[in-house]
DNA sequence: CACGAACAATTACGCGTGTAAACATCAAAT
DNA sequence: ATTTGATGTTTACACGCGTAATTGTTCGTG
């Protein structure tokens, strides 16, 4: 089962840094979701029935550790919508953001590196 | 409100060809997805409730024409994910599929010509 | 040892979704 | 005019999600 947005919100958080209890969550994500506690321990139980987290018992409370790295999500995520908007091909998703401008000088500049190196590596 | 993902495989035919029927558009999409008349009128309804198709009375059936574009769509879509898990840039996002090996030859060439037509366009 | 504070687990609830059955309508055929 | 077939409309229902209140558990302290 695929983990929802709201989910990937805490993975987010246990991603940028791990293991941590159920309350350091809250206090990084708290402010910019006003959550409360309870949202956060149901989103971790789910989670952790998803098995995309592990629980570590730590005293009186749980120490979280991702299980799903975030590559893994990524890939998941980025896969599907590449798939079903753009026939699993990345050209045209780039053409698309070309054709909506929403390319900048720095990606232009990151891409001309990128196939680079691409070219490099060939010979 | 967004439209699901069922509610896009019914786009996805009427963005092929418009108007179609409940009928044409059951053909089109049953074999694959195995769906009853009774979904795709639902899931008609809803897109009409979100204001993404439109309807024309047409004798006693009513003839559906798209009212979102597949470019809004699409536009959505990804911009949703490239702003959740890229920090709204496109190179990073490429440089994702690149490492991942997904990027085809064919991906490459047309890239690079991408690039050198953005180029001529600056000058 | 009993109690309260700190945690976690369970339960809840409204909403959208996927899927469809049931119901309504209306034109065509008898 | 009545029935029937084609269509559309309404209602249904289980499930996941976002959000949280409620309940259970356990450790430290009086």
Redesign the interface.
């Known amino acids: 089962m695929a983990i929802s947005?709201a989910e990937?919100v805490v993975m987010d958080v246990l991603w940028r840094e791990a293991p941590r209890t159920a309350e350091e969550i809250l206090a990084e994500v708290g402010p910019a979701q006003a959550w409360q506690e309870g949202t956060v321990k149901s989103l971790l139980n789910r989670l952790l029935k998803k098995k995309a987290v592990h629980a570590e018992r730590d005293g009186r409370r749980y120490l979280y550790t991702p299980l799903l790295t975030r590559e893994q999500y990524?890939?998941q995520?980025?896969?599907g919508?590449?798939d079903?908007?753009f026939g699993g091909?990345?050209?045209p998703?780039?053409?698309?953001?070309?054709e909506?401008r929403?390319?900048?000088k720095?990606?232009?500049a990151?891409?001309?590196k990128?196939?680079q190196e691409?070219d490099d590596e060939q010979r």
């Open positions: 947005e990937a990524v890939q995520e980025s896969k919508l590449l079903r908007l091909r990345v050209a998703l780039v053409a698309h953001f070309s909506q929403k390319l900048s720095k990606d232009i990151e891409l001309r990128l196939l691409l």
